[in-house]
């Protein structure tokens, strides 16, 4: 079954660790999106990518950084959490084209920085 | 700055009775429009999308879409309280969507 995963789920550690929150999509899609939610808050986009080796910074200044290796992979790194990075984050995906542009989300993962 | 604006309610509503959420985006040469729904604590999930002036329908959902007015509603007909969520309105821009900020919806039984 076509699916957009994401792991962990929940994760919590403390101030000045890396961590790589993983996203990985079975349904061939080119782009693929990062945002970061607070509760009850707008989404942010931090990151997306329209493909192998393209990334681009979202609307909201983020410090943690991405990459897009394989079409179906598309991890982020936070290489010093700090508690400010305590947040839910979502990772989304899209065809390309007229019609093709919906964006499926993952079930996120929770972040809390101590 | 492309702008997707939504009521950020609450919009309460009795059980059995229509919602009405509306939204407003300001790039004009948008052609794709989406609803969310997002419970507490969860990711968004696709409620309808349209892409043509009208109404589209699905179930007890009802999207409208007035380009000329850069207009977008959902209409929820025989509002359940598991209908209680917040709703994202979406709006295609340059590749990729523009979320509004999400009207929170809450069906009283």
């Known amino acids: 079954e076509a699916d957009i995963y994401q792991t962990p789920r929940y994760l919590v550690i403390g101030t000045g660790k890396k961590i790589t929150l993983e996203c990985s999509q079975t349904m061939g899609h080119d782009k693929m999106y990062w945002y970061q939610q607070d509760p009850g808050m707008e989404l942010h986009l931090i990151h997306y990518?329209?493909?192998?080796?393209?990334?681009e910074k979202g609307d909201l200044s983020s410090e943690s950084t991405v990459s897009r290796i394989r079409t179906e992979h598309f991890p982020l790194t936070l290489e010093s959490a700090r508690p400010s990075h305590t947040s839910q984050y979502l990772c989304a995906s899209s065809g390309t084209g007229v019609r093709q542009d919906t964006q499926y989300f993952g079930p996120g993962t929770r972040l809390t920085v101590l | 700055q492309k702008e997707v604006e939504q009521n950020s309610g609450p919009l309460s509503v009795p059980e059995g009775a229509i919602a009405s959420l509306n939204c407003t985006y300001s790039?004009?040469?948008?052609?794709?429009f989406f609803w969310y729904r997002q419970y507490s604590g969860k990711s968004p999930e696709l409620i309808m999308s349209?892409?043509?002036?009208g109404d589209k329908e699905d179930g007890r959902f009802t999207a409208q879409l007035n380009k000329a007015s850069q207009y977008v509603s959902l209409l929820i007909r025989d509002s359940q309280p598991s209908d209680s969520a917040t709703y994202l309105c979406a709006v295609g821009s340059q590749g990729n969507l523009i979320f509004g900020k999400g009207t929170k919806l809450s069906v009283k039984p």
């Open positions: 990518s329209y493909g192998v080796n393209s990334t």
């Open positions: 349209i892409y043509s002036n």
């Open positions: 790039d004009r040469g948008s052609q794709s």
